[in-house]
């Protein structure tokens, strides 16, 4: 029985590596500055693994930005618009793959960027070209072995295999398929291999999550084949093969027959597997298994008693020799040091585990399971007490908030009348123009409102002050939106932090962390907000400052609320119960909310789920229980107001092609989208669908500071008009402005309601 896992957090304890990279692209410290510090938190990770008692520990999990951007140039897979960079700087050319570059005579854009499986984390999609090549570019891997060994300790390079390299890239070009490019691939992969065991390198850890996805015939033989031609080339390389988040699924049958010393299996998000696997002929004994029994996507102590059962179920069939203990995955998506929290409720603190306090999981539980285990037996009492304490804490249960979960009802989730009659109702209720015109919520979060907050929180601020400045930046902008001639307004969202982070502080159920940050992309950290118990609202959240903002005005107002699947997934949630629930008692909360704002006079309302397609499974056969529970917790949110009431949602960075028929059944009065930057492309699964409801495809890319010409908007709004029925249609940004400044934004809004205007006067003139 051995302890190992497959990564650990690299930002560093307090974000180091956050602040110097952020430094050094501001040109603050110099390049010798940047990798010390990226050379002290490998260092740190290291000997704190080595202290603690860990026996195989990993390296290469390091990186300056992403680790499939580290496989990119690990391979030479740069490019071709970054090829004369490369020639002078290393560093220049890594961050300017990573976040574009421009200079003197070099303009180059990023790679794209997207989420890592059904994490928060983001990589850099690999770019391929036609008559790609690959090279053994960057020797990062071998370094840092060797990095490691100058500190005493040997260790397990990581990369992420050569299959799921491929798979998640993108052909830059057609005429040829990714997967193809393997047998070029492959031999770099030789080469690098042969390279760390002339080192004396035993162990390297693959990592193919691809596995956990549903792949075809043609992929699953990739795998095959890669396992078998490494180990034919290398009989003596020990391959820890990892693949996370999912089970292997029909994956299973192939992974077991491969020449792989050990096969990693995530017992968290797959813990039946191990019984599959016991059970099929095709497991050879012989082959070890690593059980990711600690959970390396939430924040919560392990079960040591339902751990070491699973334990002594594997190690009847298999000799604990060939058996380690880890963690689901890669520690990279937990935050790193429970220690440093000092204003979590000593209470709620007893009940959490961070990488560090995972680490200390994984070795007790390798030395419970030892034969001779007498001393450390008081570990075993401590965390039974622990989860003991937690499941009976008055805390976590509120005996009303599960009642209404008990009591709910399917007319709960459901408007009183149909579309077609409540957009009649609305139409009477609101007398909006034709085109109608509004935002997505937030106007710029500009320094001087962020300031206001954080003097607020510090006490420099009374809250009469800081309110004050609020209700003024308020009625400036609404204002500034009569001015312009906006149809439906908003107050700005200038009180909120973040859109999760706000409502998380007002519910019940929910505690925040002063350090418990996890990499979101390159130098991006979130903090995540906890949400350890029953989900209830005491007092209405956000009614204050809308009811104001529409005092303000004759125009309709829209509330503005973040809904329960977007709390939901941009939370570490309970692991005590399922998700649907957890998302259904947030849904009842922001449902009271949505009542409440109705009840002061606000006619139309936002629920934001920009979230709901990234919670999809990554398997396709569980999406349909995820959709049905994620949609029917929305409706849920939106169903308790008259058929007068409009109920707006929004949603942004999706593909909804597959899933548009579970968004039509959100049935949301009106839909915000993202679309402009794809020219409407995002357009094609609402028109296809032919979706019943009004929908607002953005015309304005808040992502850059460009801003968009009147002919540009009105493009693409007779792209809009040629495939939608005009009654439908609105006209907005993309998505929220909270990340522009004024200037530009005024000039945008100018241009979409100038562009709705003249719309519709061809409108008039047509008839
Ligand atoms: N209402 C939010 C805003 O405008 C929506 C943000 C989002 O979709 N991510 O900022
Ligand atoms: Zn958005």
């Avoid at 693949?243 to 050990?262: K, M, R, S």
């Avoid at 800081?466 to 200038?494: R, T």
């Amino acid at each position: 029985m051995k302890s190992t896992i497959l990564g650990y957090p690299r930002i560093g304890n307090k974000r180091e590596l956050k602040k110097a990279c952020e430094a050094f692209w501001a040109g603050k410290i110099d390049e010798t500055a940047l990798l010390q510090t990226g050379a002290e938190i490998k260092k740190q990770n290291w000997l704190l693994q080595e202290e603690l008692g860990l026996d195989l520990i990993p390296s290469n999990d390091f990186s300056f930005y992403d680790q499939v951007l580290d496989t990119c140039l690990m391979v030479g897979c740069i490019p071709t618009r970054y090829k004369n960079i490369a020639e002078n700087n290393f560093l220049e050319l890594y961050f300017a793959m990573a976040r574009g570059l421009q200079k003197e005579d070099i303009d180059v854009t990023a790679m794209e960027m997207t989420k890592w499986f059904d994490t928060n984390y983001h990589y850099i999609v690999p770019e391929f070209e036609k008559g790609q090549t690959f090279e053994f570019f960057s020797k990062k891997i071998i370094n840092e072995y060797t990095e490691a060994l100058e500190l005493g300790v040997k260790t397990k390079p990581v990369l992420v295999g050569p299959v799921t390299f491929l798979l998640l890239g993108k052909e830059k070009e057609a005429g040829f398929h990714r997967l193809d490019l393997l047998s070029e691939l492959l031999p770099v992969y030789l080469e690098i291999i042969q390279e760390l065991t002339n080192l004396g390198v035993e162990y390297i850890q693959f990592d193919e999550p691809c596995l956990a996805l549903n792949l075809n015939y043609k992929e699953q033989q990739a795998i095959k084949s890669t396992y078998e031609q490494i180990n034919t080339k290398f009989p003596k390389l020990k391959i820890y093969l990892a693949n996370y988040f999912d089970c292997y699924g029909d994956n299973l049958e192939i992974a077991l027959q491969l020449p792989v010393d050990t096969l990693h299996l995530d017992l968290v998000r797959c813990p039946l597997q191990l019984d599959d696997i016991l059970e099929s002929k095709h497991f050879n004994p012989s082959t070890k298994l690593s059980l990711g029994l600690i959970n390396g996507r939430n924040v919560w102590k392990n079960n040591f008693e339902a751990s070491l059962k699973i334990i002594e179920k594997a190690s009847s069939k298999i000799p604990l020799d060939n058996l380690w203990i880890s963690a689901s995955c890669s520690l990279l998506h937990t935050p790193y040091d429970l220690d440093l929290e000092t204003n979590l409720p000593s209470e709620i603190k007893q009940w959490l585990a961070f990488a560090k306090q995972k680490l200390n999981e994984i070795i007790a539980l390798k030395n419970l399971s030892l034969p001779e285990n007498d001393a450390y037996l008081f570990l075993f009492e401590e965390n039974k007490l622990a989860n003991l304490t937690r499941k009976k804490s008055k805390l976590i249960h509120n005996q009303n908030v599960k009642e209404r979960i008990a009591n709910l009802e399917d007319s709960d989730s459901h408007r009183a009348s149909n579309f077609k009659v409540r957009q009649t109702k609305q139409k009477h209720a609101l007398n909006l123009p034709l085109y109608p015109t509004t935002t997505i919520g937030s106007f710029p979060q500009t320094k001087e409102v962020r300031s206001w907050r954080l003097k607020h929180k510090k006490g420099l601020l009374s809250q009469t002050e800081y309110d004050a400045l609020i209700a003024k930046e308020i009625e400036a902008s609404i204002h500034f939106q009569e001015d312009i001639g906006l149809d439906v307004l908003v107050h700005g969202e200038f009180e909120r932090n973040d859109m999760v982070e706000y409502f998380g502080e007002k519910l019940n159920g929910f505690v925040f962390s002063d350090f418990g940050w996890v990499q979101s992309y390159g130098s991006r950290c979130v903090k995540p907000p906890i949400l350890f118990g029953d989900v209830s609202r005491n007092k209405p959240m956000t009614v204050k400052w809308s009811s104001y903002a529409q005092s303000l005005t004759n125009k309709p107002l829209k509330g503005m609320l973040t809904g329960p699947v977007t709390i939901l997934q941009w939370s570490f949630v309970r692991d005590d119960q399922p998700r649907k629930i957890t998302c259904n008692q947030i849904a009842l909360a922001i449902r009271d909310e949505v009542v409440d704002l109705e009840k002061h006079g606000l006619k139309v309302i936002q629920i934001d789920e920009p979230a709901i397609r990234e919670g999809l499974p990554l398997r396709k056969e569980d999406w349909a229980n995820y959709l049905n529970w994620a949609v029917k917790a929305f409706r849920i949110s939106a169903s308790g107001v008259k058929d007068e009431t409009q109920i707006h949602t929004h949603m942004c960075y999706s593909e909804f092609n597959d899933i548009i028929a579970s968004i039509a059944d959100m049935d949301a009065d009106v839909i915000t989208i993202e679309t402009s930057r794809s020219e409407m492309e995002l357009l094609d699964a609402f028109v296809n669908f032919k979706y019943p409801n009004e929908i607002g495809p953005g015309v304005y890319d808040i992502h850059s500071p460009r801003v968009p010409t009147l002919d540009e908007i009105e493009q693409l709004l007779i792209k809009a008009k040629n495939v939608l029925p005009k009654e439908h249609i609105w006209v907005n940004p993309d998505c929220g402005l909270k990340t522009r400044n004024w200037p530009e934004t005024k000039k945008a809004l100018e241009n979409i309601v100038k562009a709705a205007n003249n719309l519709r006067k061809l409108e008039t003139e047509l008839v």
